[in-house]
């Protein structure tokens, strides 16, 4: 057993999908989350700016004395988390594989779209990793640049105008190719995913965040780190800027009142 928490980090508020996620299925768990508000959004960015950040940003959760990192942004385990493990000196798991072996089991007619930031899509992580359990499946990438902002904005009541109008613009060519499942590959999407599902209501929707967390509780399972809190387990939250958009937000992503501190952070 391991008390010492469990470091995730995101490029912004999109990974406190992951904390929801976490906290449900692992609720002894002590947190720490990590939100590079002041650098977002990463799926635009190249991939060696991508992975100066995503280093920074493990620096930074491993000075905290970290157990495991969950790396709860797609861009990131897309594009670097292959550098990040070899440079961490503790567990280390992305979104990309779970989410992907869990489409791959899935799927009925063995075709996969994947909903992603742009720097994900041309990553071709998601595929690569489908095609390691299925390979004869076939996969769509669709770029969705706007929604990381609208969630970011709080643009995500089931049904919002603004998202309907995106998502219906980014889900005509998953209609059209016939997915039977859908990966959600940036973990500011699931937010939406009643918008999303509403557009598509016989295909599956496949939540990064969930996937992912199944995999970290089996990983600590497996190597006796999980904690044994009797008490009230901690969450810390630190942001690098952005602190009051990030709370009122927070709210919306975890599902419930928001009453934490949240530290302002630098980096370096």
């Known amino acids: 057993m391991d008390n010492r928490p469990i470091g995730i980090f995101d490029s ?23 939100g590079d508000e002041a650098r977002m959004p990463y799926g635009t960015r190249d991939r060696e700016t991508l992975l100066r950040y995503a280093r920074e940003d493990l620096a930074f959760v491993l000075r905290q004395d970290v157990k495991a990192v969950l790396v709860a942004c797609g861009t990131v385990s897309a594009a670097a988390l292959d550098d990040l493990r070899r440079e961490c000196p503790v567990p280390i798991l992305g979104v990309v594989e779970p989410a992907a072996a ?15 930031t742009g720097a994900t899509t041309r990553s071709g992580a998601f595929p690569r990793a489908i095609r390691r359990i ?24 089931p049904g919002d105008p603004a998202a309907t ?14 997915a039977d499942v859908i990966i959600l590959g940036c973990t500011h999407f699931p937010v939406l995913k009643a918008t999303i599902g509403q557009l598509v209501p ?7 965040s969930k996937s992912a967390v199944a995999a970290l509780e089996d990983l600590l399972r497996g190597q006796d780190l999980l904690a044994d809190n009797s008490g009230e387990p901690s969450q810390v939250y630190c942001v690098t800027g952005g602190k009051e958009g990030f709370e009122e937000v927070a709210e919306r992503f975890l599902g419930d009142r928001f009453d934490h501190e949240v530290e302002v952070v630098s980096l370096s």
């Open 12 to 34: 912004g508020v999109g990974g406190l999908s992951a904390v929801r996620a976490l906290m449900r299925r692992c609720p002894n768990e002590n947190i720490l989350y990590l």
């Open 102 to 116: 869990e489409a791959a089991r899935a799927t009925r007619n063995g075709k996969i779209a994947i909903l992603g």
């Open 134 to 157: 299925r390979p004869g499946a076939e996969t769509l990438g669709v770029p969705c640049p706007m929604f990381v902002p609208l969630v970011e904005n709080g643009y995500i009541r």
């Open 165 to 178: 109008l995106f998502a219906e613009e980014y889900l005509a060519p998953v209609k059209a190719f016939g």
């Open 202 to 208: 016989d295909t599956l929707l496949i939540d990064t």
